[in-house]
């Protein structure tokens, strides 16, 4: 089943082309790599993805919505995560999972036993009258995955979400990302570091608001005659021309 299906997607800012007639689609408990530079595109591509930007041409569909007639039903069944992390510091985390729980609509009869299902899946259950800004920044990047995938969501939308956090942090946000797909959650992820697209099940290549390449991280090291993904990435990179998103 295909969650999230994108076809000559294209979005325009005057006579600027952000992206341009880019088509994929995305499988129902997929990681899907979604990688550029700086100015590639990406960003644009996912705003329109998640119904914040209505694309200029082309059709998309999330969570069995189109993206420009139902822009709200689509926000109503996707998760998403920036790299600033979407909670409340002056509340505490039980409070915040409260809220977002509130805010995606699930009845309030059935929030406490969610928010108990989610501190006990992270380990939080001491933690949970804690105020958020005492918590490591490690801590905070957990919770915000948790308040993004409260409702359970068909995909969640992670841009960034690792930026700032050292390895072991990043390594124990990769096993929540597994948990979630284990529980039919796609997930699409943007990532500066090159080694989690090692992590994903397909990764796609953004170069000047086209996709250059896509495909799973061991096929598209074995056609660019790589070593990792890394090496992929900068070998792509090079075409750029643009030097801002």
């Known amino acids: 089943m295909q969650v999230i299906e994108a076809e000559n997607l294209t979005k325009r800012f005057g006579k600027f082309t952000a992206v341009d007639s880019i088509s994929f689609d995305v499988k129902e408990g997929e990681i899907f790599g979604f990688l550029g530079a700086n100015g590639a595109g990406k960003t644009t591509a996912m705003r329109m993805l998640c119904g914040l930007i209505k694309p200029t041409s082309g059709q998309g569909i999330v969570a069995g919505y189109d993206i420009k007639k139902q822009s709200e039903n689509v926000k109503a069944n996707i998760g998403y995560m920036s790299q600033r992390f979407s909670i409340y510091e ?29 501190l006990k899946r992270l380990g939080f259950e001491s933690e949970k009258d804690t105020l958020v800004k005492s918590l490591p920044l490690g801590w905070k990047q957990k919770l915000a995955f948790l308040v993004a995938i409260v409702h359970e969501p068909k995909v969640v939308f992670l841009d960034e979400p ?3 956090v050292d390895p072991a942090s990043r390594r124990q946000f990769w096993e929540l990302i597994y948990e979630a797909t284990d529980r039919g959650i796609t997930v699409f992820v943007t990532t500066h570091y090159m080694e989690e697209a090692e992590y994903c099940n397909r990764v796609s290549i953004m170069v000047d608001g086209r996709i250059e390449a896509m495909d799973s991280p061991r096929n598209l090291k074995n056609k660019f005659e790589a070593e990792s993904m890394d090496e992929v990435f900068h070998k792509l990179a090079r075409k750029s021309t643009r030097t801002g998103d």
């Open 90 to 118: 002056d509340l505490k985390v039980w409070e915040n999972l409260r809220l977002f729980a509130g805010i995606y609509g699930i009845p309030n009869r059935k929030i406490n036993d969610r928010i108990d299902e989610l």
């Open 162 to 164: 690792t930026g700032g």
